[in-house]
């Protein structure tokens, strides 16, 4: 008993210097951590008292960076009590990247409250023992104490329960769209297909059209995207002849693609968003670009550990929504390899290779499938095959098939097995 007492409580002091390096850095970091954390929070003193300045300045609408927030620390007579000017850059230095900073704030709270936990029940233990009162009233004290440990600070802010009569009256929202009737902000679209079977060029496709303002299946035009590619499997110079082509196909459609509309990234020497270095580096070029859509991929070139084990695919999918994250909900195009075909089996299995866990991440799971009907290879035409139920209605194509200008177009038609290829009719929506 007295070595559970005398123990080193629970603590993170790399997560709370991580969280106010970052909100010193970043007003909207600024924003996400006092949601999560109070100062009473804070293991060490001075970092309460640091984040209690920070936050009353940044309630003021002043400016929260070291030089600011050490002016009015020494204004209040705490400069050298929080280890001076010296320290407040160091807690700079201590955030990989802002984007993070929910997650070290829950860190912090976490640990917090496993203190009050260990606090409440230590005072617990000391009633019983000390046997002062009324037993039942001693048990309903410890409990009420653990209560208020586990809803510090939290109970305050808690919106009471929705009755379902209001839940229903409530109108729906409109999706907050970054492609009209195709992708909302935070939406997750995975894309699959075999070796060469055109995912790749697709992705693509739907970003380039995006970023020049113009609808991904139909003859019309949008709002522009700012767009972030990620391409782990390509090189370059593999990459760089179609991205020109569909640059130049933008152009001639009247929508030619603005400087600073599209960024990107083609890591020489891989990339592994499992590993924290490659995480934060991936995250800081997400910081610098604010795109609304991100392409990348493919899955299995994003991390070096067994694509079948689950704690591979949850490492994997921490890191892509530390990337969703950062831009504050970015839609998202991901890249996908299905399994071989099985001998005897008329169709590959397009769900992705790897954890079962990836079948319910993203919110639309679509593969690329040869169509099975005559004619249908002279055109290269595709079944969009869906592998997953999906969360929201979308306008999706039932077919592409080989583009003119552009690599793939959407094509109408019945899509019955054995139904000539020339029957259907090709979507003037992708097709200038």
């Known amino acids: 008993m007295s070595d559970d007492l005398t123990r080193m409580p629970p603590q993170d002091s790399e997560a709370e210097q991580a969280v106010l390096g970052a909100m010193l850095l970043s007003r909207e970091a600024i924003v996400d951590v006092i949601e999560i954390v109070t100062g009473s929070d804070f293991y060490r003193p001075a970092h309460e008292t640091i984040f209690d300045v920070v936050c009353s300045m940044a309630v003021r609408n002043e400016p929260c960076d070291p030089i600011t927030v050490a002016a009015e620390l020494e204004r209040r007579a705490d400069l050298a009590r929080i280890g001076g000017r010296a320290y407040l850059h160091e807690l700079v230095q201590a955030v990989p990247t802002t984007a993070n900073a929910d997650h070290y704030a829950r860190r912090v709270r976490n640990v917090a409250l496993l203190r009050g936990v260990i606090a409440a029940g230590t005072r617990a233990v000391a009633a019983g023992y000390a046997a002062d009162g009324d037993p039942q009233e001693i048990a309903e004290r410890a409990v009420e104490d653990m209560r208020a440990a586990r809803d510090r600070g939290l109970a305050v802010t808690d919106t009471p329960p929705l009755d379902l009569l209001e839940f229903l009256a409530e109108a729906e929202d409109e999706p907050e769209w970054v492609i009209p009737g195709v992708l909302a902000r935070w939406d997750r679209l995975m894309v ?222 019945t899509g019955e097995p054995g139904a000539p290829a020339h029957s259907l009719t090709l979507g003037a929506a992708v097709r200038p």
């Open 192 to 413: 699959t297909a075999g070796e060469g079977g055109g995912k790749s060029l697709l992705l693509r496709q739907i970003a380039m059209r995006a970023a020049a303002g113009l609808h991904p299946w139909r003859r019309a035009r949008i709002r522009p995207v700012r767009v972030l590619m990620v391409d782990a499997e390509n090189s370059a110079g593999q990459a760089r002849p179609w991205l020109r082509r569909m640059a130049q196909a933008a152009a001639e459609e009247g929508a030619p693609i603005r400087a600073g509309q599209v960024a990107v990234e083609i890591p020489e020497r891989g990339l592994d968003l499992t590993n924290p270095a490659d995480r934060s580096w991936l995250a800081r070029r997400v910081e610098q670009v604010r795109p609304s859509l991100i392409t990348v991929g493919p899955l299995y070139k994003l991390a070096l550990g067994n694509p079948n084990e689950e704690e591979t695919a949850r490492s994997l999918m921490s890191g892509l929504e530390t990337l969703r994250t950062a831009t504050g909900g970015a839609a998202m195009l991901i890249e996908a390899h299905s399994p071989h075909l099985v001998p005897g089996m008329p169709r590959r299995d397009l769900r992705p290779i790897g954890s079962s866990l990836w079948l319910r991440w993203p919110e639309f799971g679509f593969g690329l499938a040869p169509a099975r009907c005559l004619g249908a290879e002279e055109i290269r035409l595709m079944d969009w095959v869906p592998w997953r139920g999906p969360r929201s209605e979308r306008a999706w194509p039932a077919r592409l098939c080989q583009g003119i200008t552009w690599p793939w177009q959407a094509v109408a038609g």
